[in-house]
């Protein structure tokens, strides 16, 4: 397991990005999947920056754990912000027009569509929301 501990500031995005680049490009993994993951992860970050500790600044920490049987990335992201739950939200009524949709929420709808599994829990005072891509 790889672990990379950054303050979450958007300006740390491209290095998050970079870091979880090389885990799976070490796993020989598809250029298709590999943007999914990334998109991913980007949204996951950004959303840790802008709310987990407004209007202070804290830090996150983003393990990433390649699997065998199946190949497959899981990695967790863990912030000591205010407990919140993104997966308790419904899901954004997508057959809606953008324009009478509420806003928020589509960045963790697609995460939940386009990873294998994900799920949240709030322990020993840390967020930590777990996502899992199968990637061969």
Known sequence: MKE?????EIENLDTVLEFVSQQLDAKGCSSRIKTQILVAVEEIFV???HYAYAPEIGEASICVEMTDEPVS???SFMDGGKPFDPLAKPDPDISLPAGKRQIGGLGVFMVKKTMDD???EY???KNILTIKKNIR
């Open 4 to 8: 990379l501990i950054i303050r979450a």
């Open 47 to 49: 959303n840790i920056a």
């Open 73 to 75: 990335v899981i990695m």
């Open 118 to 120: 994900v799920s949240y």
């Open 123 to 125: 322990k020993d005072g």
